[in-house]
């Protein structure tokens, strides 16, 4: 079946759409190579695909080579660093250096990344969830004059400003279960470093894949992103990563809720 032509919602060229993946197709790995593989999200039923989520309504070939330059180059970086599973090769437990903060929590920090390609691949995907209409992907969404800022940060390669719907990373440090999951909003609450007790609440857009979650804040301010700033991509030239043990995770327990509840709509 022909694509059908439109404008792209990324360039606004008008030209054939094509299949555009939301969450890059190597960061979402089926658990044996070449099987079928299940997705899980929030509000939609599990269903067995042979490959993650695209879309073939968002952008045309202009729109996903700019897509697509972002995802390759965070990749490289991801794995380069061993921020996710697929650059650790054979091993089953994280073999970076930690700081240890009880048996299933820790910290690492790296130095010497390339935070403009993993900040503005963060972004990328953020974009693909708000513009994408596709089940399990409809409840992101953020102002539209905020998108549009987006859009020609991406459009043009800029970055900054780094307080702009500031990213950090969340690290699982040691291998489980592989399963494609879309994002959600949730709300993160950290402790207000200009006070000596206090926490500061956050909406945040949290993305998972491949042992590696990204909280997006949904802020734009300067000062709010000065909090805990050390955590935030791009604030410092170090970026501390906290890390916990696949077995101690949210998202271990999220994931089997959610395939819990899937079970129980099909029977």
Not at 72 to 84: D, F, G, K, P
Not at 139 to 148: A, Q, V
Request: include cysteine; hydrophobic fraction near 35%.
């Amino acid at each position: 079946m022909a694509k059908k032509i439109g404008r792209c919602k990324l360039t606004g060229n008008i030209d054939r759409f094509v299949n555009s993946h939301l969450i890059p197709q190597a960061l979402t790995p089926p658990e044996i190579k070449g099987k079928i593989m299940q997705e899980i999200g929030e509000g939609i039923r599990a269903k067995k695909a042979c490959t993650s989520w695209y879309d073939n309504n968002i952008v045309t070939q202009k729109g996903e080579d700019i897509l697509t330059e972002y995802d390759t180059s965070a990749i490289l970086e991801l794995r380069r660093n061993h921020l996710v599973w697929t650059g650790w090769e054979n091993t089953l437990t994280l073999k970076e250096k930690i700081t240890p903060i009880s048996n299933t929590h820790g910290i690492r920090v790296i130095e010497n990344y390339d935070h403009k390609s993993l900040r503005l691949f963060g972004l990328s995907l953020l974009w693909r969830a708000c513009v994408s209409e596709m089940q399990g992907f409809k409840s992101i969404s953020i102002p539209d004059k905020d998108l549009e800022t987006i859009k020609n940060m991406l459009i043009n390669r800029e970055n900054q400003p780094n307080y702009f719907y500031p990213i950090s990373l969340i690290q699982i440090s040691s291998k489980g279960k592989i399963h494609n999951q879309t994002p959600f909003i949730d709300e993160l609450k950290l402790p207000i470093q200009s006070k000596a007790t206090g926490l500061h609440s956050y909406k945040i857009i949290r993305f998972y894949f491949d042992g590696l979650i990204m909280h997006i804040r949904m802020t734009t301010d300067e000062a709010s992103a000065k909090e805990n700033s050390k955590m935030l991509i791009g604030m410092h030239d170090k970026l501390a990563i906290p890390t916990i043990t696949y077995e101690a995770s949210f998202q271990r327990e999220n994931m089997e809720n959610i395939i819990r509840r899937h079970e129980m709509e099909n029977k």
